[in-house]
T-cell receptor, first 115, second 113 residues
Framework: AQTVTQSQPEMSVQEAETVTLSCTYDTSESNYYLFWYKQPPSRQMILVIRQEAYKQQNATENRFSVNFQKAAKSFSLKISDSQLGDTAMYFCAFGRGGGADGLTFGKGTHLIIQP | GAVVSQHPSWVICKSGTSVKIECRSLDFQATTMFWYRQFPKQSLMLMATSNEGSKATYEQGVEKDKFLINHASLTLSTLTVTSAHPEDSSFYIC?????????FGQGTRLTVV
């Protein structure tokens, strides 16, 4: 079974700052996918970024990037130039087959962007 | 993009009644969909996998007879909470896979009174 651990229940930064959310996972699989999802107060789950384990290059999506350390089983999310709209719960998730298998989620980090 | 629509967004039902929640993939086909449950201020827990044309597979500890899942077409899965009780009150979210990622519906807030 897979486990996903997010050790930061809540973080708060000023607008325009850079923030890094941590995530570690445990698995015996050799190939898998890792995700960061954002859940704003509306509770709609929004895909932020995806990383395929067999790719060494870290994924980036505009202001969002990851630091994927496969050997350390670490998958952190960096948000640059943070904006008020980034305020949300952020969940790290593990999937064996991309979205084709059910995902295992961490407990989440509540990120607050202060004006 | 991949759009998943869930209906209703919220529902209140009386204890002992059943309630059905629909999950639709609007612009793609999904032979598999997933149902999650989220308690307040907690993470998402996978309940079951909905398989088009075959029986759903349930995670350990999930009551099959209480949470009935039907995947009638390539774009529709339904979750029926039968004989609902207050402890079934929760936020239920569905997802469908597309492009090596999971896309989620808006969720359904169920309150059993």
């Amino acid at each position: 079974a897979q486990t996903v651990t997010q050790s930061q229940p809540e973080m708060s930064v000023q607008e325009a700052e850079t923030v890094t959310l941590s995530c570690t996972y445990d698995t015996s699989e050799s190939n898998y996918y890792l995700f960061w999802y954002k859940q704003p107060p509306s509770r709609q789950m929004i895909l932020v970024i995806r990383q395929e384990a067999y790719k060494q290059q870290n994924a980036t999506e505009n202001r969002f990037s990851v630091n994927f350390q496969k050997a350390a089983k670490s998958f952190s999310l960096k948000i640059s130039d943070s904006q008020l709209g980034d305020t949300a719960m952020y969940f790290c998730a593990f999937g064996r087959g991309g979205g084709a298998d059910g995902l295992t989620f961490g407990k989440g980090t509540h990120l607050i962007i202060q004006p | 993009g991949a759009v998943v629509s869930q209906h209703p967004s919220w529902v209140i039902c009386k204890s002992g009644t059943s309630v059905k929640i629909e999950c639709r993939s609007l612009d793609f086909q999904a032979t598999t969909m997933f149902w999650y449950r989220q308690f307040p201020k907690q993470s998402l827990m996978l309940m079951a996998t909905s398989n088009e044309g075959s029986k759903a597979t349930y995670e350990q500890g999930v009551e099959k007879d209480k949470f009935l899942i039907n995947h009638a077409s390539l774009t529709l899965s339904t979750l029926t909470v039968t004989s609902a009780h207050p402890e079934d009150s929760s936020f239920y979210i569905c997802s469908a896979p597309w492009g090596q990622a999971a896309f989620f519906g808006q969720g359904t807030r169920l309150t059993v009174v």
